[in-house]
């Protein structure tokens, strides 16, 4: 299985609607990236039937210009990673992939189709000072990675590196890391209430609105009302 071989076969579902894509969802800066104009369900029924895919030719679709081809890659490299019968030297390659091609991993969604399989799943029994690291990065799409992978340790009540990392990130001045926070943290909360309750109790009038509002998303409305109130205060 080929980088070329996966591209011909995605080209064959593109559509002209498809060539705003880059406008509509694509957030980065890179100044290259373009539209090839393929439904994103076409390049992840696509990358499924190119799951065997060795790490040199996936690295080659990394290098693409075109945003769905990126796409595929890194959900090749998810698939890889979330299958059982994938070895632990196979998983730590994807792991060390995705973070030696970050530069490529240049947009909100790349981080969200990967990151919880391909790096916080690969933590879940080891150290994770790694996410400390891209948490303090200049890089938007490292420190999304950050608080975006906790999600893995979150599914297992692991709830102390999303709050410590949230902490980190609260005050960013990016929109994208203001939702993500917000989005991990009330996840968190469905684990563990009072937790987020501390959370919010100390940073719900500092924070970014935005955050706020997602963190509360769930919650009842007196308790929505309570700490949207305090911030409405500030």
Do not use: C
């Amino acid at each position: 299985m080929t980088a070329n071989q996966f591209i011909e076969k995605l080209a064959t579902f593109k559509n002209e609607k498809e060539l705003d894509k880059v406008a509509r969802f694509f957030k980065g800066n890179d100044g290259m990236t373009k539209a090839l104009g393929v439904k994103f369900g076409d390049v992840f029924k696509t990358a499924k039937e190119f799951t065997q895919m060795p790490l040199e030719e996936i690295n080659k679709l990394l290098d693409s210009e075109y945003y769905e081809i990126r796409m595929g890659a890194v959900s090749i490299m998810d698939y890889q990673a979330k299958r059982k019968k994938t070895s632990e030297e196979r998983k730590k390659e994807l792991f060390e992939l995705y973070l030696n091609r970050h530069d490529r991993l240049n947009n909100w969604d790349f981080v969200d189709r990967g990151s919880y399989n391909i790096i916080g799943e690969y933590l879940i029994d080891r150290p994770r000072d790694i996410l400390y690291q891209l948490a303090k990065s200049e890089n938007i799409w490292e420190r999304r990675t950050a608080i975006v992978s906790t999600y893995a340790f979150i599914k297992k009540g692991q709830l102390d590196d999303t709050f410590k990392i949230a902490e980190m990130l609260v005050y960013d001045n990016e929109e994208l890391i203001n939702k993500a926070v917000g989005s991990w943290i009330r996840e968190a909360g469905k684990k563990d209430e009072k937790r987020l309750k501390f959370f919010l109790d100390s940073y719900a009038a500092t924070m970014p609105r935005v955050t706020l509002r997602y963190a509360v998303e769930k919650m009842d409305k007196e308790n929505k009302k309570h700490y949207m109130k305090l911030k409405n205060q500030k």
